[in-house]
């Protein structure tokens, strides 16, 4: 596994933008980003695979955008027009997966998790 660490979560009102960061120790093939809202399944946001192919979640497409610093082993996640409804906490997590099975952004897919960063958006 590989080690994962995401900062750049807070509160925000509704509206707003954050950027997300998340650090990794070594490069990998395919990365995402999942969040999960209490009571809700974990649900995989954005992902970027190792050619910088990306897909989104419908409820964040146009407003979200992943990237990622291969030089770095760092992803991003900058979430603007912010709602309400995009409260949760945002984890890192990152794959080997071909690029097919890495876009397709299910949990199965992914190996490595980071430990979560906090976003609230208030109304």
């Known amino acids: 596994q590989v080690p994962l660490v995401e900062s750049g979560g807070g509160s925000v009102q509704a509206g707003g933008s954050l950027r997300l960061s998340c650090s990794a120790s070594?490069?990998?093939?395919?990365m995402a980003w999942f969040r999960q809202a209490p009571g809700n399944e974990r649900e995989g946001v954005a992902a970027?695979?190792?050619?910088?192919?990306?897909s989104y979640a419908d409820s964040v497409k146009d407003r979200f955008t992943i990237s990622r610093d291969s030089a770095k082993n760092t992803l991003y996640l900058q979430m603007n027009s912010l709602k309400p409804e995009d409260t949760a906490m945002y984890y890192c997590?990152?794959?080997?997966?071909?690029?097919?099975?890495?876009?397709?952004?299910?949990?199965?897919?992914?190996?490595?998790w980071g430990q979560g960063t906090q976003v609230n958006i208030s109304s």
């Open positions: 997590a990152a794959g080997w997966s071909s690029n097919v099975y890495c876009l397709r952004r299910n949990r199965s897919d992914f190996a490595s």
């Open positions: 070594m490069y990998t093939y395919c």
């Open positions: 970027i695979d190792s050619d910088g192919s990306t």
